[in-house]
């Protein structure tokens, strides 16, 4: 291949792990390993490295031999699809096998290796993604991947319902690097193939559905993507509830000022309230906070709001706690800004803020206290408790301890 375009060498092009890596795989006669994928793409966008993969001439089992000539550390758990994992400078390296497909059933694919990098990248997904570079910046683009990125064009390799076939997880990386590159016009001829194949889906792993999902929502403008993808029936039947479309733009715009983009938040301002949240985080195989915080958001109080007393803002941020607190205002504030009564964003700012200007007071009382007491024993310690705190806070927080104590004693008729 000759190369379309040189960049200015990037540093992890430089790092000393990726140079040792390289000269590892390093061959005088041919090209025998290049940088691919996302770095290459990336460092074109000038966005931020991850992950680095790398691309080679050499079956895995040469890729081991000649790490441990070198005494390059290496993992060998994708090794069965042609991938070892090095370790070297404190960055672990993804070392594939240039390969065709033989044959896929949508999820897995079985391979052979080649040594031809056209072959190579015309089994990729996205022109994008078949970019290759070397360690001196030299970038090598056998399908057209340059050009589709300039325009910002999520553009299938060959024909989309052939790489649809080879993994249904395309059709959502699809519409990701679409929001991702915040693309106006969708390629028109990857998005009926994504339409005609959705059923697919269906198919796929709450966890691959999920890291997709991330990603998209996490983008800086994901509403107008997601927007298509709830025209055109794309999500899962299980994931038809996340439809809000306006909530998420207007979430996405809030947390550009206030916030950072979280996704738990973004994928609840999805939720239309129409099917069962706890069906949605199963499906998606949420982490047990995660699903906490989106059962938590499902059932939130919509009337949160500027317009409540300062006394009432004060009791509702106490029960809550600050995290929570800031989830549900930011929410409910996405949520009603298509109301014609709307507060003003500054009363949405001041309330967002509040646990920055009012201290969260500690109740002065404690279950040894009411042990001290001895006025009450098992479960009506908790509930006695639970009565003193609760006319504490509908007091404004303002009884001392000594009052606490006294009121304690009138309950329990001492």
């Not at 190579?120 to 399908?143: C, I, K, Q």
């Not at 929001?179 to 994504?194: F, H």
């Amino acid at each position: 291949m000759t190369p379309a375009k040189t960049i200015s060498v990037q540093p992890w092009m430089s790092e000393p792990g990726a140079c040792a890596v390289l000269a590892a795989l390093a061959l005088e006669s041919q090209r025998a390993a290049l940088f691919v994928g996302g770095c290459v793409r990336d460092a074109l966008l000038d966005r931020d490295v991850v992950d680095l993969d790398i691309a080679t001439i050499h079956p895995p089992e040469e890729v081991i031999q000649r790490l441990n000539a070198v005494g390059i550390g290496y993992h060998t758990i994708g090794v069965d699809h042609g991938t070892v994992g090095a370790h070297a400078g404190g960055r672990t390296y993804e070392i594939t096998t240039l390969r065709v497909d033989v044959e896929t059933d949508g999820r897995h694919a079985t391979v052979a290796y080649t040594d031809d990098w056209v072959l190579d990248a015309s089994r990729r997904d996205f022109t994008l993604n078949a970019l290759y570079a070397d360690g001196e910046g030299n970038v090598f683009d056998p399908l057209g991947g340059m050009d589709d990125l300039k325009a910002c064009r999520v553009r299938f390799i060959g024909d989309p319902h052939e790489r649809i076939q080879e993994d249904t997880l395309r059709i959502l990386r699809f519409f990701r690097f679409n929001a991702q590159l915040g693309n106006v016009e969708m390629d028109v001829d990857g998005l009926l193939a994504c339409r005609s194949q959705a059923k697919m889906l269906q198919g796929l792993s709450g966890e691959r559905v999920r890291d997709e999902l991330r990603k998209l929502l996490l983008s800086a403008r994901p509403a107008r993507t997601f927007a298509v993808m709830v025209e055109n029936k794309i999500l899962p039947d299980a994931l038809s509830g996340l439809n809000d479309v306006e909530a998420l733009a207007a979430l996405a715009q809030i947390e550009d000022r206030q916030a950072t983009p979280d996704f738990v938040r973004r994928l609840s301002a999805l939720f239309d309230g129409t099917s069962d949240m706890s069906l949605i985080t199963t499906q998606l195989r949420v982490s047990k906070v995660e699903e906490r915080r989106l059962l938590s958001l499902g059932k939130r109080s919509h009337d949160l709001c500027p317009d409540m007393s300062p006394n009432l803002q004060r009791q509702r941020l106490y029960r809550l706690g600050s995290e929570a607190w800031r989830d549900q205002v930011v929410l409910n504030w996405a949520k009603n800004t298509r109301d014609e009564n709307e507060n003003g964003a500054e009363t949405w700012c001041a309330l967002l803020g509040l646990p920055d200007v009012w201290p969260m007071p500690v109740f002065p009382v404690r279950g040894t206290d009411v042990m001290a007491a001895e006025v009450a024993q098992g479960s009506e310690i908790g509930r006695l408790l639970d009565a003193i705190e609760a006319w504490w806070i509908e007091g404004g927080f303002v009884a001392n301890r000594e009052a606490c104590l006294v009121e304690l004693a009138r309950r329990a008729g001492c």
